[in-house]
């Protein structure tokens, strides 16, 4: 697909809608997540319970989602799962009871993936074509980072306007009524990008039925299953998302393990959320200039090292340049291998029109983490409160960044060979 057919508006689009859709259910408790739990009267395994509902709807949404992208042009489903989502914020709006959040949790896991999960993963394929893939990937996950990074900014500035001076002496009601002007108007953003996008989000009308099949058959499903990059990438971003998954506990970590206040860990989080666009967009060039396999070997190496520059418990509270440098290693390792998990697609050999199944089946266990890694993540912090609790969860990293690592080793020498022949 030549830039004529798909120009760079589109692209910024996809960019927008991609990180928009995940402000409320995941990007908010990431930026906040010591103001969640307060406001929301909930423990880390509470909240882990929330994202594991999340999950399981999710992890049926992916499979059927994924052959919905393959029949309805992406534009209308992003833009209706935009709508939908901004409507839940309202909803999280008013701090409902823990029972609801979790329907509220489930709600948005079928929102954000069954409508919008395969359409953006396979927009951005053809946006890339077939020589800028790791570009493609790369310019979307680092420019959802930027928008990450701008909602989580933007959240601290409106958070901090309508809490009392003295942060650390404000109440839970105080935290409360701030926090709820965040989530508005996060929601109302969300909306609005979903207008943007349904109307603005356009390709060539010949194209687009190109990448559209009117049925999906069995055997077109068994077909995805007989590639061996469709195996090796469910295991690879199984890997690479409990990676991002445990970014979520930095702010945490910045409160109990540093010693910030509110404000000031909510700005770590923002921190981390404008290193993403940096990495994406770096990584991406250089996978297109050179091997884009290759670099996402080097991102779980570096994942791995950083995860243990936190589990081997060097950082204290009085090591603050040491903290920010850790977090940049994790967050190189992490975010780079995010960028360029879908981006070895076009070398796994995976057909452009059946791409829509093959994110489905692949995402099925891929993205189990959504599960799981909650949950195990609250167990091992509130079991072992502090910093060894937070030691163990970067342990936990290392451990997946190690087998990440293995898979894609494989990855890379399988498809080399074949590049070769």
């Not at 050179?290 to 204290?316: C, M, N, R």
């Not at 995976?350 to 266990?365: E, M, N, R, Y």
């Not at 891929?366 to 909650?374: L, N, R, V």
Request: net charge neutral.
């Amino acid at each position: 697909m030549n830039q004529k057919k798909a120009p760079w508006h589109f692209l910024l689009l996809l960019i927008l809608a991609g990180e928009s859709v995940f402000i409320l259910p995941f990007v908010l408790a990431r930026v906040f997540r010591p103001t969640v739990l307060e406001a929301f009267e909930l423990d880390n395994v509470e909240l882990g319970i929330c994202f594991s509902v999340y999950g399981i709807v999710a992890l049926l949404s992916y499979l059927f989602g994924g052959p919905l992208a393959d029949k309805f042009p992406p534009r209308k489903l992003i833009a209706v799962a935009l709508w939908m989502t901004a409507s839940g914020g309202l909803v999280y709006a008013t701090f409902p009871s823990y029972t609801l959040l979790k329907i509220l949790y489930g709600y948005w896991g079928f929102t954000t993936i069954f409508l919008f999960w395969a359409p953006m993963i396979k927009a951005t394929r053809v946006w890339g074509g077939s020589s800028s893939q790791g570009k493609a990937f790369g310019f979307l996950d680092g420019g959802r980072g930027l928008v990450g990074a701008l909602f989580g900014g933007m959240g601290v500035l409106i958070f901090s306007l309508f809490i009392t001076p003295e942060i650390s002496e404000a109440t839970a009601s105080e935290s409360r009524v701030a926090f709820s002007y965040v989530i508005l108007v996060s929601s109302g953003i969300v909306a609005i990008v979903g207008l943007l996008v349904w109307s603005f989000m356009k390709i060539d009308p010949k194209a687009e039925k190109e990448i559209i099949l009117e049925k999906i058959t069995i055997s077109q499903i068994k077909e995805v299953l007989r590639l061996p990059s469709v195996w090796l990438l469910m295991i690879i971003i199984l890997c690479a998302y409990v990676g991002y998954k445990i970014t979520d506990v930095f702010s945490l970590y910045a409160q109990e393990v540093m010693l910030y206040d509110q404000v000031q860990s909510a700005q770590v989080g923002t921190f981390l959320l404008f290193v993403r666009p940096v990495i994406g967009v770096l990584i991406g060039v250089l996978a297109d200039r050179t091997d884009t396999t290759y670099w996402l070997v080097v991102s779980f190496i570096v994942s791995f090292l950083g995860a243990l520059l936190f589990a081997t418990g060097v950082i204290s509270d009085s090591s603050t340049a040491l903290f920010f440098i850790s977090i940049l290693v994790v967050a190189t390792g992490v975010y780079a291998a995010r960028s360029l998990y879908f981006a070895v697609m076009e070398r796994g050999q995976i057909p452009l029109v059946l791409t829509g199944t093959a994110v489905g089946l692949i995402s099925l266990i891929g993205y189990t983490p959504d599960i799981f890694a909650g949950p195990a993540m609250g167990f091992l912090l509130e079991n072992s409160p502090g910093a060894i609790g937070h030691q163990h969860v970067f342990w936990m990293l290392a451990l997946f960044s190690f087998i990440g690592g293995i898979a894609a080793w494989y990855y890379f020498q399988l498809y080399r060979k074949k590049k070769l022949l």
